[in-house]
């Protein structure tokens, strides 16, 4: 009945103003989140997706690329974040800690999550829409079910550099349709800044880099008339001008959709 009138209020109140809307007031994006890392922590709004103890996206995927986001490093620890987080790709990878102190449910202390996929939805200037098992991780012990059944919470957030384990170093997963004329590369599990902003590309012998252009998420990809020729080396710049060079990280005799793991990482 109550949902009844509010739909014969809406339809009054539209009929009387055009400009009445029903639904939830949007809310414009914040200023973007930056490699500025401070102790400062920001109001945000939390919401959860997927599997209640899941990573997220069916697929265990997402808009910046990635695959295996159920899988260590990232261990389910993800979310999406909406554009001044997400940043049109190149907020991929990057780090927070986000922690809730209401409703009961949650502990107050801060877990971190990574950026592997993006939302649009604008419920709140920064707005993270994490995977279930991350919402729940917010939670007192043994909470994390109470939590989950509060849909939409408030949250505070803050940019972290990330940390990776030592075994952990600076994947390259090559692109399926990867050719000599064409090639994209995804780069994944960089520590610091976690995100990236340029990718370059060496072949062997030659001294020039050559830029790839950003092709979604956190793919860069280069098309070129002439062939390329392995081995590759790659450079990639952070979001703080950080660059890290993987000499000769993909054979002569590349595959596409392979992986091919670096032994560099951020300090």
């Known amino acids: 009945m109550a949902s009844s009138c509010l739909l014969l209020a ?22 973007n ?5 401070g102790k400062q922590w920001l109001e945000a709004r939390g919401t959860w997706y997927g599997k209640p103890k ?5 697929d265990n995927g997402g808009a910046c690329g990635y695959k295996d986001v159920d899988k260590a490093p990232f261990l389910g620890m ?9 940043k049109d790709g190149k907020g991929c990878g990057s780090c927070f800690e986000v922690k809730c102190s209401k409703p009961e449910a949650c502990s107050d202390k801060p877990v971190i999550i990574h950026i592997t996929d993006m939302n649009t939805e604008p419920i709140a200037a920064y707005h993270f829409d994490l995977s279930g098992h991350a919402f729940g991780a917010m939670a007192k012990e043994g909470k994390d079910e109470e939590l989950r059944k509060a849909g939409i919470i408030d949250m505070q957030f803050r940019r972290v550099r990330c940390k990776y384990p030592g075994e952990t170093k600076v994947t390259f997963h090559v692109e399926k349709g ?3 004329n064409y090639f994209a590369v995804l780069v994944k599990y960089v520590g610091g800044d976690g ?18 252009n950003e092709s979604w998420g956190a793919i860069w990809r280069i098309d070129t008339p002439k062939p390329l020729k392995g081995p ?22 590349w595959k596409a959709d392979a992986l091919y793991k670096s032994e560099i990482q951020v300090d």
């Open 232 to 253: 590759f080396s790659l450079r990639v710049t952070t979001e703080s001008d950080q660059k890290l060079v993987a000499n000769d990280v993909i054979p002569d005799n």
């Open 195 to 212: 995100d990236v902003v340029k990718v370059e590309l060496k072949e062997k012998g030659s001294e020039e880099w050559k830029p790839l």
């Open 178 to 180: 990867s050719n000599p």
């Open 78 to 86: 993800n979310s999406c974040g909406n554009d001044p987080i997400f």
């Open 33 to 37: 989140i930056t490699a500025a890392y």
């Open 10 to 31: 809406c339809v009054v109140a539209a009929a009387m103003v055009s400009a009445v809307s029903c639904g939830p007031p949007k809310v414009p994006p914040g200023p």
């Open 54 to 58: 899941g990573a997220g996206p069916d």
